[in-house]
């Protein structure tokens, strides 16, 4: 019987297979970068709010709490937005001829809420919770960023599962004292521990913190 394929062919096939499936890798390798970049996590991009509010200004410069204006970050799931009127409180008095405020003056005398655009966004089928977090001594730094220090509001970390996961894995290397959650390694009456190391350990059974379940799947997605 002739030969139909030379041996030359042979090699050929063997090559263009190595090829297709170095290709393939190349492929999943590129759809696994775009997957973690900013442009789809929306890490660090600001985005247009009704009127641009600085926690800088707000934070650092007047010393107002966290809990002011996020009511909620304490017992529930959800921080919460402001009310117009707690905006009022203040700029019924000062700054109330600023044309950057019309929209809190006019949502004030519409009684229509201020529609802030979310900064962080999980998808539906993560569940998230910020009261459990707060009450076992993890800072809004930790996972917010300088906060205290941003003239507009930008998302610090990527909140893909793999963040989650690297301190649900150690906590330890995260915790800190209650009584330092809402505060910042720039503010001069904060000062981050020396000894992480020791005082995460003895936080984390201080505030029994389970390190068994953190990782379970059903933590996140029930
Ligand atoms: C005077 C009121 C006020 C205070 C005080 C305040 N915030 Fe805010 N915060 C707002 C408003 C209004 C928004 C929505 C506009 C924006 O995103 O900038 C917001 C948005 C945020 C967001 C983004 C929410 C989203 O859309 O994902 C985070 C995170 C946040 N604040 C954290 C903090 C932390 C931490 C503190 C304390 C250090 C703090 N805030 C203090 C009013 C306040
Ligand atoms: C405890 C008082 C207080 C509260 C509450 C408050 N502000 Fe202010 N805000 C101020 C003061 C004081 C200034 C600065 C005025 C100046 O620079 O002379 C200011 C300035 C501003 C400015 C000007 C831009 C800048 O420099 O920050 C905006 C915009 C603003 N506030 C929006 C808001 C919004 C929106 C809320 C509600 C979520 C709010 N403020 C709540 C006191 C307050
Ligand atoms: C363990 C990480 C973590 C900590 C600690 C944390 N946050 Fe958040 N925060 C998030 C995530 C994740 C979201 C987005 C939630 C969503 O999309 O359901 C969020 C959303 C927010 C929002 C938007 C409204 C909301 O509840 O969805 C505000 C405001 C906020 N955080 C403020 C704070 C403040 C103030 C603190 C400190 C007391 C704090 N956060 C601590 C992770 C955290
Ligand atoms: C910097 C540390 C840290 C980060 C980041 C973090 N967590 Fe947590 N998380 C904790 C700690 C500590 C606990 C408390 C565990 C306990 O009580 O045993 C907790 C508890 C939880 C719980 C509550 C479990 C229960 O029993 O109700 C959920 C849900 C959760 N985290 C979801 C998330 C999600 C989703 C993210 C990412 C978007 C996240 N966490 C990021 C530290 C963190
Ligand atoms: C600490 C919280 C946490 C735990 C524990 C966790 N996940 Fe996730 N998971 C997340 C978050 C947050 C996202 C959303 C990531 C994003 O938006 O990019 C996610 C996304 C996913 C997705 C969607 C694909 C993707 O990567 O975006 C799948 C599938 C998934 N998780 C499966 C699991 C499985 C299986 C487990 C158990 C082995 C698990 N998760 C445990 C937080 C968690």
């Known amino acids: 019987m002739p030969q139909i394929f030379s041996p030359a062919a042979n090699t050929w096939l063997k090559a263009s297979i190595a090829g297709g499936v170095l290709l393939i890798g190349i492929g999943i390798g590129i759809v696994l970068y775009l997957g973690s970049t900013s442009y789809v996590t929306r890490q660090e991009q600001i985005r247009p709010q009704p009127v641009p509010f600085s926690h800088r200004h707000h934070v650092n410069q007047l010393g107002i709490d966290c809990r002011y204006c996020h009511t909620s970050v304490e017992e529930s799931n959800f921080a919460g937005f402001p009310a117009t009127k707690t905006c009022m409180t203040c700029h019924s008095q000062v700054w109330t001829q600023a044309p950057m405020l019309e929209p809190v003056r006019q949502s004030w005398q519409s009684g229509n809420s201020l529609e802030w655009v979310r900064v962080h966004d999980l998808p539906d089928f993560v569940y998230f919770d910020h009261s459990i977090h707060v009450k076992k001594g993890v800072g809004c730094e930790s996972c917010h960023g300088p906060v205290n220090e941003m003239a507009l509001m930008w998302q610090d970390k990527s909140l893909q599962m793999m963040w989650c996961l ?57």
């Open 166 to 222: 690297e301190c649900h894995r150690q906590p330890e290397q995260f915790v800190r004292d209650r009584a330092d959650v809402f505060k910042f390694a720039s503010q001069p009456d904060y000062h981050p521990p020396q000894d992480q190391a020791s005082l995460g350990k003895q936080l984390v059974s201080g505030y029994k913190i389970n390190k068994t379940q953190l990782t379970d799947c059903s933590t996140c997605h029930r």
